[in-house]
């Protein structure tokens, strides 16, 4: 069965330090993966995605993830945290040409000062 | 630029009310799609439209039902609110399947 697991349920970083939130699939064909932010009381909006090429993808808001096939993760980084990023991200699969994205329970990501 | 529109922003039902949740996008996207958002669950999908004039079940469609009125609206019903769909319901549209999905900022429903 399709699914996506987020290990942790939230994360605390310092303000500039480094984010690194994790993200493992299973899927039984190549995956669409995706990354999506939510901030309260908002929609989710997207940040980057994967179909094919190139596993390391950039996406908005200085944020970027990689594809590894052999561990089945698609984990999001960002070099430098701002306070603005404070938001829940989801990780989500979906699969070529259909309409059904699975997401994972999300990360909520606490930034202090 | 609107997007995705829901109404109502939040609403409080009796066990066993009724009630339509409305969702409009101005995207001129050709799916649209109704998710519910539970605390450590994530999001799952109640149902979608491919396009308009089609509907079809997502992961978790009982005690749910939906109509594409036209290209621009999707509306989802409860026909007997229960308060195991007390959640948080967004709705979505995208321009081509799940390449990108278009989040409204969703409905807050509590069933007492």
Known sequence: AQSVTQPDIHITVSEGASLELRCNYSYGATPYLFWYVQSPGQGLQLLLKYFSGDTLVQGIKGFEAEFKRSQSSFNLRKPSVHWSDAAEYFCAVGDDGGFKTIFGAGTRLFVKA | ????????????????????????????????????????MGLRLIY???????????????????????????????????????????????????????????TQLSVL
Do not use: I
């Open chain 2, 1 to 40: 630029n609107a997007g995705v529109t829901q109404t109502p922003k939040f609403q409080v039902l009796k066990t066993g009310q009724s009630m339509t949740l409305q969702c409009a996008q101005d995207m001129n996207h050709n799916s649209m799609y109704w998710y519910r958002q539970d605390p450590g």
């Open chain 2, 48 to 106: 979608y439209s491919a396009s308009e004039g089609t509907t079809d079940k997502g992961e978790v469609p009982n005690g749910y039902n939906v109509s594409r009125l036209n290209k621009r609206e999707f509306s989802l019903r409860l026909e007997s609110a229960a308060p195991s769909q007390t959640s948080v319901y967004f709705c979505a549209s995208s321009d081509r399947g799940n390449e990108k999905l278009f989040f409204g900022s969703g």
